[in-house]
C-alpha cells in the first residue's frame, strides 16, 4: 500500500426525487489498498459503486477514479479499472480462452498481449488443460478465480469485486483471497463488498454504509476497538441494526 | 420403510444431469426426525438445491427412494404437494400481485382461506401487514423473504423446505430470519433448511455437511465440531497475511487456513514440542506480536478439513 489515492469521493450524493440513495459520502482510497466496502441491504452501496465505475451520474459531490473525475471523463474511468461480481463474471458458452480473448479485445489489448496474457493466466491457476473447455463446465469456485484474473487482464488501478465470494465453498473462498491479496501486493486497489464479515478482517481498512450515510471507516482492528467488538460481525451488527431501510 | 414414519427419510437418492454428465446428488441417505429444524449446510453446486427439488418432487430421482411424513416421493407424490411447504432460493411469488393478494392466491390453491390459518403466521404477518397494497416486487428483500415464508406456510405444511433463505441477505436480516425458524420450531413442524453460510449451521438440531453431490456428515452441530479428530490451533500475528504465507510454508503444517484476523492452523502430527519448534521458526521469520492458542473447531473448520480427507470431485476439473 502507498500513499497514492486512487479513489477520492468529497460529499458524492445520489437523490432519486426525495430519496437520498448515497448521502454525501467522503472517503479516500490509496494504491494497494484492500478497503472493504460494507452495508446493510439498501444501504447504497451498488449505487456508490455505479457512480465510481463511471456507470451513473453523481447528483452532487466530487469524486476521482485512477485520477479521472467521473462527471467528465467517465470513459476513461472505464479504461482503467475492473470489475467483477458473483452474478456476471464470464461467458459461460465461451471457452476460457475465448473469454479471455473477448476481454481482453474490449479493453483494447493487442492480438499478441492477448496471447501472452492468456498462457501467464491459464498457468498461474492451473488451467493449460482446460483452456479449451467452456467456462460453464467448471466449477463454480474455478468460475470465480478466473473472473478475478480476466478482470485484472488489462493491468487496472482498480478492481471492483461485488459479492465475489457468495456461495463459494470455503477452501476455495480463501484461495480467492490470496489472489486478492497478491493483487494488492502488485500495487492495485482492491474495492470489495461482501457478506462474509471474516473477509472483512481482511481489508487494510473496512467502510459500512447505513441508510446511504457512511457510518464508519477504519481498519478492523481499531473499529473492533471503537465499538467494544470481538469481530466484525459484532461491529457490523451494532451499526446496521439501527438501519431504517433495506434494499 | 413404514408408512407412518414422519419426517423425511432418503435411501440412496440419486440425480444426474446431461445424460449422466453431471452428478447433482450421489446416493444420499438421511433421516429426518418430525419437527426437527436441520440443515443442510454446503457451497453451491453442492446439490442443496437438487436434493430439495426430489422431496418436494419437482424432479424425478434416478435412482434410489425418500419419503416425506411416510409419502412416497414418486407414487404419492399429488400427496406431497398438498402437505409441504416450499420457499424456492429464488424470489418466486407474484411480482405485480401485492402481498394480500398473494397471500390469497396462494391460500385459495390450496383450499384454504387466510384467517383460518393466520394463527401459524401471525408472528410473521403482522411485519408486512403494513404493506398489504404493495406489489411484492415492490417489497425490500427482507420483506419479500417474510411474504414467502407466509405464503409456504398458507396451507399449515407439516414439513417445511427452505431453499437458501439467507443467500445475499445481511446479518441483521440473516439473523431476524433465523429467529423466525427458531419460532416455527416450537410448532413442531419438520424444517429442511439449506444454506451456504457455515455459521447459520449452529442454529438447526442437526446437519448435514454437503460437498460435490454427496453428504460428507450428518451429527448435532456439537456433534460434527466433537468429531474432529485433530488439534486445532488459532495463531495471530502483527502482519497476517505474511503469517499465512509462511506459515503455509512451513514443514510441520498439516492445514492453514485464514479465519478473520486469525489463522486456524493444525500439524502433521500431534508432537507437543511442535509449538515450540513452530513458534521459534516464526520468531526467525521475524514476526512480532505472535499469539498461539489451541482452541475448539468451527463447523467450517470441519467442511474444510472434510473437504480435504475425501478425494476432491469439486475442485478437480
Redesign the interface.
Known sequence: MTSDITIKTLRLSKAYGHFKAVDQISFEVYAGEIFGFLGANGAGKTTAMRMLCGLLEPSSGEASVAGFDVYRRPEAIKKRIGYMSQKFSLYEDLTILENIRFFGGIYGLTYAQIREKGKLLTAELGLEAQAHSLVGSLPLGWKQKLAFSVAVLHDPKIVFLDEPTGGVDPITRRQFWDLIYAAAARGVTIFVTTHYMDEAEYCDRVSIMVDGRMVAMNSPEQLKLQYKAGSMEEVFYQLARKAQRSD | MGHSAKGILCEGLSKSFHRGAVTAVESINLKIDQGELFGLI?????GKTTLMRLLTTLLKADRGNATVDGLDITEDYKMIRQTVGYMPGRFSLYQDLTVAENLNFFATLFNTTVSSNIDLIHDIYVQIEPFSDRRAGQL????KQKLALCCALIHKPTVLFLDEPT???????R?EFWGMLAGLRTLGITILVST???DEAMRCDRIALI?AGEIMQVNTPQGIIESYPLTLYAVKAED??RLLQDSKAYHNTRSC?????YLHLTFRGEDPNLVREYMEYLYRKGHDSLTINKIAPTI?DC??YL??SKPMT??R?
Not at chain 2, 454446503?42 to 453442492?46: E, H, K, L, R, V
Request: charged share 10%.
Open positions: 454446503g457451497p453451491d453446486g453442492a425490500s428483500g427482507g420483506m443467500t445475499g441477505v445481511d446479518v441483521v436480516s439473523k451456504p453460510y457455515m460437498q497476517t497475511f487456513f485464514a479465519f478473520g484476523s467450517e467442511f474444510m473437504m480435504n469439486s475442485t476439473l
